[in-house]
């Protein structure tokens, strides 16, 4: 795949421990059948687990038989940027990895909320 991160550039590894993005290559890549647009690379909290945990999505939880470690507080992953961007709004957002975050994720949240949230912005 030759995907951009947010700034044009290739995007970069999110996390291969655990291995994230929908296909789980390591990068917040995301095509056609990605239909929760796995694009934005968080450090999840423990705050945000519970906040997705309570919205529906128990990310902190074991799922062997998808291939789902569970997360834990400071791991990396691919968010959905809707989830993300719901995360904002009701001040739960984690922070973000823009390198590694896809340029696909700009069609559901802004660049300057990205930009608020990053990790790796000097």
Do not use: Y
């Amino acid at each position: 795949m030759d995907q951009k991160n947010v700034f044009g550039e290739p995007i970069e590894e999110c996390s291969c421990k655990p291995k994230t993005g929908f296909n789980r290559t390591g990068k917040c890549e995301s095509g056609p059948e990605d239909i929760g647009s796995h694009t934005v690379c968080v450090q999840v909290t423990g705050a945000f687990l519970e906040f997705s945990r309570f919205r529906g999505n128990d990310l902190s939880t074991p799922v062997p038989e998808f291939g789902f470690p569970g997360l834990m507080e400071g791991d990396r992953w691919c968010l959905c940027a809707a989830r993300w961007r719901e995360a904002v709004e009701l001040d739960a957002a984690p922070r973000v990895f823009l390198r590694s975050t896809n340029q696909l994720a700009l069609e559901i949240v802004d660049l300057e909320d990205l930009k608020r949230f990053a990790m790796d912005l000097s």
